[in-house]
């Protein structure tokens, strides 16, 4: 379900459901906020990694599992996985990676706007699919992607949900850069340990001033999403279905 493994001050979170190419259902939702969780409170970890198992990074929310909550067949409080992990990262005032090892869709590709350095395999491709479904953006991906991106390569991941590449990644400023599939965890693992080596203190402390000026802008982007998804829920339900992120 998800690997944790330490190496010298840094922890690889691995999401390991590669037969449903790490798709996160609530067992998973509850592992990396677990997690994280406890590596923000450990002070023998200095940063995060986190990657995927196999050839993808995640697709994203399972869709299976959602279309259960969407039925109301879902079991109580399944819903919350989600906002759980969210929460975890932005609280996380360590330095938090991402080593994208494949394909990333939906929160693969959201959540990565939560993190301070992102690595991406040569193969690796992006899709935030919400216009298709019909449902708004998440993760304050809504705040987030305009701010990372610019207005006009923000609109064509949101409103086209078109696939990126992992150079378009780059030159959009979405990831710092490229990688060879078979050395993209190592190298980001390399960037974590040079990050870990200088004082926690004082890392943490340019991470707060980094995220100061941001932090209630993503918080109420994420409260607009949820309201959102909501109103949209709601209207489909009443309309007898739709589509679900």
Same mark, same amino acid.
């Given at each position: 379900?998800? $690997?944790?493994?330490? !190496? @010298? +001050?840094?922890?690889?979170?691995?999401?390991?459901?590669? !037969? @449903?190419?790490?798709?996160? !259902?609530?067992?998973? /939702?509850?592992?990396?906020?677990?997690?994280?969780?406890?590596?923000?409170? $450990?002070? &023998?970890?200095?940063?995060?990694?986190?990657? =995927?198992?196999? &050839?993808?990074?995640?697709?994203?929310?399972?869709?299976?599992?959602?279309?259960?909550?969407?039925? %109301?067949?879902?079991? @109580?409080?399944?819903? +919350?996985?989600?906002?759980?992990?969210?929460?975890?990262? =932005?609280?996380? $005032? *360590?330095?938090?990676?991402?080593?994208?090892?494949?394909?990333?869709? %939906?929160?693969?590709?959201?959540?990565?706007?939560?993190? $301070?350095?992102?690595?991406?395999?040569?193969?690796?491709? #992006?899709?935030?699919?919400?216009?298709?479904?019909?449902?708004?953006?998440?993760?304050? &991906?809504? /705040?987030? #992607?305009?701010?990372?991106? =610019?207005?006009?390569?923000?609109?064509?991941?949101?409103?086209?949900?078109?696939?990126?590449?992992?150079?378009?990644?780059?030159?959009?400023?979405?990831?710092?850069?490229?990688?060879?599939?078979?050395?993209?965890?190592?190298?980001?693992?390399?960037?974590? *340990?040079?990050?870990?080596?200088?004082?926690? !203190?004082?890392?943490?402390?340019? *991470?707060?001033?980094?995220?100061? +000026?941001?932090?209630?802008?993503?918080?109420?982007?994420?409260?607009?999403?949820?309201? &959102? #998804?909501?109103?949209? #829920?709601?209207?489909?339900?009443? *309309?007898? +279905?739709?589509?679900?992120?």
């Amino acid at each position: 379900m998800l $690997d944790v493994h330490d !190496d @010298a +001050g840094v922890r690889v979170l691995t999401f390991d459901r590669p !037969d @449903a190419r790490n798709a996160f !259902d609530f067992a998973l /939702y509850v592992a990396t906020t677990e997690a994280v969780e406890a590596a923000g409170t $450990d002070e &023998s970890v200095r940063a995060v990694v986190l990657t =995927g198992r196999g &050839s993808a990074f995640t697709a994203g929310q399972d869709l299976n599992e959602m279309a259960e909550i969407a039925a %109301g067949t879902a079991p @109580a409080g399944i819903a +919350g996985g989600f906002q759980g992990l969210l929460a975890a990262v =932005g609280r996380f $005032d *360590k330095p938090l990676l991402a080593a994208v090892n494949g394909p990333a869709i %939906g929160l693969g590709f959201t959540i990565l706007g939560h993190c $301070d350095l992102v690595l991406v395999a040569e193969s690796a491709r #992006f899709r935030a699919p919400f216009a298709e479904m019909g449902v708004p953006p998440e993760a304050s &991906s809504s /705040y987030l #992607f305009p701010q990372l991106l =610019g207005w006009q390569q923000a609109a064509r991941v949101l409103l086209a949900s078109e696939w990126v590449t992992a150079e378009e990644a780059v030159a959009m400023g979405l990831a710092l850069r490229v990688c060879p599939d078979d050395r993209v965890v190592d190298d980001t693992v390399v960037l974590a *340990k040079r990050v870990a080596t200088f004082p926690p !203190d004082g890392v943490r402390e340019i *991470k707060r001033l980094m995220r100061a +000026g941001r932090a209630e802008a993503v918080a109420q982007a994420a409260v607009r999403e949820e309201q &959102s #998804f909501a109103r949209l #829920f709601a209207t489909m339900a009443a *309309k007898g +279905g739709g589509s679900v992120h």
